[in-house]
C-alpha cells in the first residue's frame, strides 16, 4: 500500500504539467527515480480507476452532438539564416 502525502501529488502534477522527466523530479525529492515512477504510476492509476477523472472513449464522442474546433500548428524545422564570417550586417 502506497503512503499517499502531498510530496506524492505535486511530484504527479509536476510530471503531468511540466513534463519533466521521472529522473528530474526524482533529484528535486532526493529520492531514486524507480521509486519516483512507482509513485507517480500509483496516483495516475489510482485516478483512473475512481471513474471521476476518466474521458470518453472514442465512441463516445463519435455520438455526441458537439462540435470541435481543430487547430493545426506547423511546427516543421527550417534552416536559419546566418551571416557568413568576416561579412558586416548591413
Do not use: C
Request: proline residues 3%; glycine residues 2%; aromatic residues 10%.
Amino acid at each position: 500500500m502506497q503512503i499517499l502525502n502531498y510530496s506524492t501529488i505535486l511530484a504527479t502534477l509536476e510530471y503531468i504539467h511540466e513534463y519533466r522527466t521521472y529522473a528530474h523530479i526524482a533529484a528535486n525529492y532526493q529520492i531514486d527515480e524507480s521509486n519516483m515512477y512507482r509513485m507517480i504510476r500509483w496516483v495516475e492509476n489510482t485516478l483512473v480507476k475512481d471513474g471521476t477523472f476518466s474521458l470518453p472513449d472514442r465512441k463516445a464522442l463519435l455520438k455526441s452532438d458537439m462540435e470541435y474546433e481543430v487547430v493545426l500548428i506547423d511546427a516543421t524545422e527550417s534552416p536559419v539564416e546566418r551571416p557568413k564570417r568576416g561579412k558586416t550586417l548591413l
